[in-house]
């Protein structure tokens, strides 16, 4: 069975330093990672994917991710953390075949403090 | 500009009556979802449908079915409602493809059993 690990419940990060968000994953075969971000009585935004090729992929409003397939690891990170950062983060993976049944982590609240 | 819609923001019903919970897409997507968010404990797949008349369980089934009688539509029915079904739901549509492989989210259904 394939699930997703997210360690953290908040990370509270000052504004203007960096953020790290950590996430790991437990899949048969390749795997399909997401990060999505929620703000308040929303529903999910996509903002980043990793599928293949480049470990460090670059997505939405200034956010990276790191895939590391020895540690089974897909952290989010962010140079520069901003107060309209704060929100809920979702690490996701999908396995690369069969039914595309997409697990998610139990959600990191981001809160950046002015 | 994709979009995922859901038929309510808000529900109230009483235990016992049977639910239905609407979610359109417009996309052609070939995947949906039906999730319900739980603090503390994220995004928990309830089922999903990868054709027409197609469906598989998740990891919480019990006490709902689900319909997918046209591509674009996918229904989250609760049976009997019970105040244990109190949450968010939320319903995702994604592609099979490799390159367009992210979910895309409504904005989430409230359902309040009492």
């Known amino acids: 069975a394939q699930s997703v690990a997210q360690p953290e419940d908040q990370v509270n990060v000052a504004e203007g330093n960096p953020l790290t968000v950590k996430c790991t994953y437990s899949v048969s075969g390749n795997p399909y990672l997401f990060w999505y971000v929620q703000y308040p009585n929303r529903g999910l935004q996509f903002l980043l994917k990793?599928?293949?090729?480049?470990?460090l992929v670059k997505g939405s409003y200034g956010f990276e991710a790191e895939f590391n397939k020895s540690q089974t690891s897909f952290h989010l990170k962010k140079p520069s953390a901003l107060v309209s950062d704060s929100a809920l983060y979702f690490c996701?993976?999908?396995?690369?075949?069969?039914?595309?049944?997409?697990?998610f982590g139990t959600g990191t609240k981001l809160q950046v403090i002015p | 500009d994709v979009k995922v819609t859901q038929s309510s923001r808000y529900l109230v019903k009483r235990t016992g009556e049977k639910v239905f919970l609407e979610c359109v897409q417009d996309m052609d997507h070939e995947n949906m979802f039906w999730y319900r968010q739980d603090p503390g404990l994220g995004l928990r797949l309830i089922y999903f449908s990868y054709d027409v008349k197609m469906k598989e369980k998740g990891d919480i089934p019990e006490g709902y079915s689900v319909s997918r009688e046209k591509k674009e539509r996918f229904s989250l029915i609760l049976e009997s409602a019970s105040t244990n079904q109190t949450s968010m739901y939320l319903c995702?549509?994604?592609?099979?493809?490799?390159?367009?492989?992210?979910?895309?989210f409504g904005q989430g259904t409230r359902l309040t059993v009492v």
């Open positions: 995702a549509s994604s592609s099979p493809g490799v390159l367009n492989t992210e979910a895309f």
């Open positions: 996701a993976v999908r396995a690369s075949g069969g039914y595309q049944k997409v697990t």
């Open positions: 990793y599928i293949t090729g480049d470990n």
